[in-house]
């Protein structure tokens, strides 16, 4: 394995710790900096809000060198956490926050260019599911890690381990990456043409259809698991570690499938593998045995679906490569947000806490639907 896609995946795993960490450690952060929970979740808007304006902002950076792109994105992730770590009270953190969101969406559509150069031929896709496993490792060790250490420490020392492995991935691309030449620019108007074209509305409708099919139960894993299917908050922990193994398998599996097949025909059989499990999750709620293994399989598909399509709008983006990589961020954090507020509203009319699997099932679907168009209309062009 190539050393440079082994950095990447360490930025994407501090970039993972930075997103889904503060959901583990939002009551201390609350009472440390002195507000209330609901306050203290803008903390988690702030971060989706920089990553919705920071992912645009590669225009501007348009001309950089790719390793000097990345290491200037690495470097920010590096200190937004430090000033979070530091922060003396609610306002700065909240900046800090912001600040940190900033390179999320520029990294991923900056890491997908380097992965579609570095990696060898016909495995550009398993490259991108070296970086974007950073992230699931995160969420399978990281992010219980650095909340463990949190609550022996302090909720500071969570943004100081994102600090720390934002430095070591700027190390290691200062070592590993090679020069990489600069796309052909092609003007601003340029960066957003490919945007005409049909196929990469295909590829962002599949990641936001597709995973908000996840997101809807994922969002209220922790009140299923403890109000319906019977596991105590204390079992919560390793259940979280069975789900972000599941990412894990999910992310390496899908990439391995998509280089192998097209990568749309891959991501779609997974939207409907997810038509299938979401209601069963629904169904089977109040067992554990099978809510572990359903929760499994759903997690592989929240990844297996974004890496491969990660990979691919690099290709459907001519021009516009970066931009159109970030665009799959953008695309992951509306429907992370809006997915959740879908959930809750489903919860909030009564249907019940387990409700927000089956509400899940119809935006498996349509997902399914626009990556199966993709591959009619693409297909023979490598989609």
Not at 333 to 341: D, G, H
Request: proline content about 4%.
């Amino acid at each position: 394995m190539k050393k440079s896609l082994v950095a990447l995946a360490v930025g994407t795993f501090s970039l993972g710790i930075s997103e889904f960490g503060m959901m583990g450690i939002l009551s201390d952060v609350a009472s440390g900096v002195g507000v209330d929970i609901a306050t203290a979740g803008h903390l988690v808007s702030a971060y989706s809000l920089g990553v919705a304006v920071g992912a645009p902002m590669l225009i501007a950076m348009r001309r950089l060198p790719l390793k000097r792109l990345m290491l200037l994105l690495s470097a920010v992730i590096a200190i937004g956490n430090a000033v979070a770590a530091a922060a003396p009270g609610f306002y700065t953190l909240v900046c800090a926050r912001f600040i940190s969101g900033l390179p999320h969406g520029a990294f991923f559509g900056a890491g997908a260019i380097v992965c579609s150069r570095l990696a060898d031929n016909g495995h550009g896709a398993k490259a991108v599911a070296v970086m974007i496993g950073g992230m699931a490792i995160a969420n399978v060790a990281g992010v219980p890690a650095a909340t463990f250490i949190s609550n022996i420490f302090s909720w500071r020392a969570a943004f100081a381990i994102v600090m720390i492995f934002s430095v070591l991935t700027f190390a290691g691309l200062k070592v590993w990456m090679p020069f990489l030449e600069v796309s052909p620019d092609n003007g601003v108007k340029g960066q957003f043409r490919f945007l005409r074209g049909t196929a990469p509305w295909l590829i962002y409708g599949g990641v936001f259809f597709g995973q908000a099919g996840v997101y809807c139960w994922l969002s209220y894993i922790e009140p299923i698991m403890t109000g319906v299917t019977g596991f105590s908050p204390a079992d919560m922990t390793w259940v979280m570690m069975l789900v972000g193994l599941g990412m894990v398998v999910g992310n390496a599996l899908s990439g391995r499938l998509a280089d192998r097949y097209h990568a749309s025909l891959v991501c779609g059989f997974i939207a409907v593998a997810m038509v299938v499990v979401m209601p069963l999750i629904y169904f089977c709620s109040g067992y554990k045995v099978p809510s572990l293994v359903l929760s499994f399989l759903a997690a592989a598909a929240l990844f297996g679906i974004g890496g491969p399509l990660q990979y691919l709008i690099v290709r459907f983006a001519k021009g516009g490569e970066m931009l159109g990589g970030a665009g799959i961020q953008i695309a992951f954090n509306v429907s992370n947000a809006f997915s959740a507020a879908i959930g809750g509203a489903a919860i909030n009319h009564g249907l019940g806490i387990a409700s927000p699997a089956l509400i899940g099932g119809p935006f498996a679907i349509v997902g399914a639907i626009m990556l199966f168009m993709l591959y009619r209309d693409y297909g023979t062009r490598g989609a």
